[in-house]
Structure formats: C-alpha cells, structure tokens
C-alpha cells in the first residue's frame, strides 16, 4: 500500500518512525477531476469541522457506485449556526446527506445558547454523529484512498472547483521538531494550520461506509416468519 511506505514498521510493529514534510504524500494531481453532476444515486456526505472564532470546514462528498469519495464542493468560512446551516441548505439543493459527521468539539454547550452545535443544526435536518478522531489511522485511510497502488484508480477525488480543499491537502505538513528534555525528536503532530476541511473529511473517510443507493430500504423481518420450528426467522 503505497500510503504506507513511510509507516511500515509503525504499521506492522508499532515502531516509532520519524516524520516530517507532507502529511498526505498520496495526493496528486490524479486525485483533481472536473466537477460533477451530482446524480440521484450518490448517496451524499458531509462532515463537520466547527469552530468558534476559526471558519468551519464542510466537504460535500459524493459516494458512488463504485465507491469512490468525491469531494465535490465545500464550505471554509465563519458564521453563526443559523447562517452555515442555511449556507449547507442551499449546497445540498434538497438533498438529504446519507451521513453527517461532526468533530465532538460540536458536543460542547455554547454559552450564549445553551446548546451545543449539534443540537443547534437538528432544526435544519442535519444530525450529526460523533466523529473517530483518530489522527495517525484517519491520514493513513485517507492516504490509501488517494493512492491505491499498482496501477488501481484511486477511490478519492476531489473537484477542481473545491480550490481550498486541493490548497490544504498540498500544504498539509508535519510539525518539524519538538523539545524533549535535551533532545530534538521528530513530531508526531501535524502542523495545526489552515486544516478544518482535511479534518473533516478524515472524519468521514473514518466511518466504514459501503455503497447503499439513497432510495435502499432494509425490509424488516416480520414475526409471522418466525420459523415455527426452530424459533428463527
């Protein structure tokens, strides 16, 4: 897996291995594609970066047939819950998002309103889950996504009118250096910067997710199928 050649002994033996530069090394510009039409059959996703002071960052993502993530348009900016919920309203064009999730941050009570961000979202039809904040496992979900290997189409694709998306995957860095008593060591930690957008959709690539057409409806299973034999259905 090519998003693990720098990560192969931590991956396999939990070793810690220096790192530094790119954080998503997989992304290229084969990952960049033209718009799309967003058709009925692209189960929608969002995900959910909040901040108080900081613009929030949304991806909207498309999952297809072949299950492929297509990050087809975004949201970076700051504003009231109000004024993002209806900026969201109007990007979905009617749709319902399959999946929402939202940085726990959104947990949190705000003092002016007495809610947290994921309660004051529930009136505009967006429930959130909580996200897995995971960071090492998410930049290695979404650097496989991005590169498959051996000549695989990539599953990860973000469209070129999405520029602050495709800015933040090309200037994602690690933090360079950190004290440690008297040595230097390499950090661990990614650079917290100009970033909201690639925490989101880490928080969405971290949901296992397979493809279900958006009109999918499981059919219960009704008691009168109780096997009158065994007990099962």
């Not at 991956?11 to 084969?30: C, H, M, N, R, T």
Request: glycine share 6%; with cysteine.
């Amino acid at each position: 897996n090519p998003a693990m050649r720098d990560n192969i002994e931590a991956a396999l033996y939990g070793e810690f291995i220096p790192k530094s530069g790119l954080v998503f090394k997989s992304f290229s510009d084969k990952n960049v594609i033209d718009p799309i039409r967003v058709e009925n059959d692209h189960m929608i996703l969002l995900g959910i970066d909040p901040h108080d002071r900081n613009p929030w960052g949304i991806p909207f993502i498309a999952l297809n047939r072949e299950n492929e993530y297509i990050i087809y348009d975004e949201i970076l900016q700051a504003g009231t819950v109000p004024e993002l919920a209806e900026e969201i309203k109007k990007k979905l064009k009617g749709r319902i998002p399959q999946l929402c999730v939202m940085d726990t941050s959104g947990n949190v009570v705000q003092a002016t309103s007495g809610k947290s961000y994921k309660e004051m979202l529930m009136p505009y039809g967006l429930y959130c889950q909580d996200a897995d904040k995971r960071v090492s496992e998410g930049i290695l979900e979404v650097n496989s996504l991005l590169d498959l290997g051996k000549d695989k189409k990539p599953r990860l694709f973000i469209t070129r009118n999405c520029v602050n998306t495709i800015r933040q995957f090309r200037h994602c860095i690690y933090e360079d250096w950190v004290r440690n008593r008297n040595q230097r060591d390499p950090k661990e930690r990614i650079l917290k910067r100009d970033d909201h957008l690639l925490d989101a959709i880490r928080y969405v690539c971290m949901i296992p997710l397979v493809y279900r057409s958006p009109g999918f409806r499981a059919t219960p299973r009704a008691p009168d199928r109780v096997s009158k034999v065994t007990g099962y259905y």
